[in-house]
């Protein structure tokens, strides 16, 4: 009759450790320690960030050193607690209260009462927090349903241009975005193509909103065959109609490309300025144009105009770029933009794009991304 080696674990054991390597895996996705700690950095930044919007610095500065920190945490409660509903805020503070009073003892004589309510206080914290969640993610698939609807606003490729190439990206903040692309022929089978890069002001919902509307206005009044100029004055028209008395402004560029001309006729509408980096190195900005659009009905807008030759590139952006920020909370900003830009490689559209948006994940790293991204770039073959 055989014994087991002394040295063999048992079944169990290997039992018990399958079972907890494959619990880990599944809380943890797969991802390593490092990636874990970097993810929560950057939700923790990111959430002070938020509820650092309540508190009231400058009446903070003005107290002494160690009262500080006792009226920061007050006023962080305070920011957390109005955040929720009414039942839930007296829940929360039911719950701490219980906490509070856990292993608090009286005593009446030779009795001694102990009261222990932990079990008590974690179990409603445990249902507030289930609350929270299931919000969130009711509230996460009715944005998912809402990204995929914007997602079809926006073209999935690019078109086909004579002479050039055309490559896209998009990132939003949130599962929605104010920002707006777009590249098309408004009349099937002409050589007039629009380029068109906007960002609506705000954030989410409310901005893809007025994303969308834009996105419409637009394609119906370019069908209608007007010139670039009459487009802009009416579409502006139009934004300022719904822009809630300026507050719900949006930039734009709006151009026009003519591949039989090698033309590109455009205005900018008090929007980041696109670059075109000619071959040789040189870079221009696309600058000419007037207000966002929104702002005052009556506005009036230049048009500025520039020759694409072979191997010229133009980049259109949104501010999210220039203004992601690193860890340490310093802005890409425009120098380093222009430097990525200033040293794109030989390469197609597609290639540039990727080599510009791999220079802002570089410089971003793990810190949670503050705005909308998005990034057009069209290059002339």
């Known amino acids: 009759m055989s014994t087991p080696s002394p040295s063999a674990?048992?079944?169990c054991r290997y039992r018990g450790a399958d079972r907890l390597r494959h619990f880990w895996d599944r809380v943890s996705e797969g991802r390593q320690i490092e990636d874990l700690w970097s993810q929560f950095a950057a939700d923790a930044r990111a959430s002070y960030g938020f509820y650092g919007k309540e508190v009231d610095w400058d009446e903070i500065q003005k107290l002494p050193h160690w009262r500080r920190p006792f009226h920061i945490a007050r006023q962080f409660f305070w920011a957390l607690l109005l955040k929720m509903t009414p039942a839930r805020r007296v829940l929360l503070l039911f719950?701490?209260?219980l906490l509070v009073l856990s292993g608090f003892r009286v005593q009446f004589g030779s009795v001694t009462l102990d009261f222990r309510f932990e079990?008590?206080?974690?179990?409603l914290f445990l249902l507030l927090l289930s609350l929270e969640l299931a919000d969130k993610v009711t509230m996460k698939r009715?944005?998912?349903?809402?990204?995929?609807?914007?997602a079809w606003l926006v073209p999935s490729s690019p078109p086909e241009v004579s002479g050039a190439d055309i490559a896209f990206a998009t990132r939003p903040q949130n599962s929605v975005a104010g920002d707006y692309y777009d590249a098309f022929y408004p009349q099937q089978g002409g050589t007039r193509l629009l380029l068109v890069i906007a960002d609506v002001a705000g954030k989410s919902v409310p901005a893809a909103l007025l994303m969308a509307t834009l996105q419409a206005s637009l394609r119906t009044i370019a069908g209608e065959g007007a010139c670039l100029n009459d487009l802009v004055l009416r579409l502006n028209r139009y934004a300022c109609a719904h822009s809630l008395d300026g507050r719900r402004f949006t930039t734009a560029v709006?151009?026009?490309?003519d591949s039989a001309t090698r033309r590109l006729a455009y205005i900018?509408?008090?929007h980041n300025a696109p670059i075109l980096r000619r071959r040789n190195g040189d870079m221009e900005s696309l600058d000419l144009g007037g207000l966002p659009l929104g702002i005052e009905a009556g506005a009036a807008y230049d048009a500025g105009s520039k020759e694409m030759r072979p191997g010229d590139t133009l980049i259109f952006f949104t501010d999210g770029v220039i203004e992601a920020f690193d860890e340490r909370g310093q802005e890409l900003g425009n120098e380093r933009w222009l430097a990525a830009i200033r040293s794109l490689p030989p390469g197609s559209a597609e290639d540039s794009l990727r080599f510009l948006m791999r220079r802002v994940d570089e410089f971003v790293g793990a810190t949670?991304?503050?705005d909308d991204i998005t990034?057009?770039?069209f290059r002339s073959n």
């Open 9 to 11: 674990a048992p079944p």
């Open 95 to 97: 719950a701490l209260a």
């Open 119 to 123: 079990i008590f206080a974690a179990l």
């Open 142 to 150: 009715d944005l998912e349903i809402a990204r995929e609807i914007q």
């Open 254 to 257: 709006i151009a026009e490309y």
């Open 268 to 270: 900018n509408a008090g």
């Open 368 to 370: 949670r991304q503050s």
């Open 375 to 377: 990034c057009l770039v």
